[in-house]
């Protein structure tokens, strides 16, 4: 059974961007400045950014029978920036914008500390 895109699944250990993702398909290298360096999940609400050195807020959602994700940071202002979740495997997600006039999707994996 594949590992569905929820609270349990996300809120594990790091993940970090180490490809490309479009049309479901991993492609070439990340195309999202977000996930480069790292995302880690403290709780339901807040997210570490390793790229901006600072956490955001994230919220879950079903939309239209796919899990979105949304980011949000106090020095975005008002942009909330939403993605598709697509689980690949226990350890594989892709993350697909939801807005067609921006290019930011990535293949992430998620990455244990031991």
Partial sequence: ???????????VENWIATAGYEDEEIKDVPNGHFFEEGLEFKDGDTVYNAS???????RLSNQNKETEISFGSPNLGFDTYSYNIHVISENELGLEIVDPDIEMSCYLERKYYH
């Fill in 1 to 11: 059974m594949q590992p569905k895109a929820d609270s349990e699944y996300s809120i």
């Fill in 52 to 58: 901006f050195d600072e956490d955001f807020d994230y």
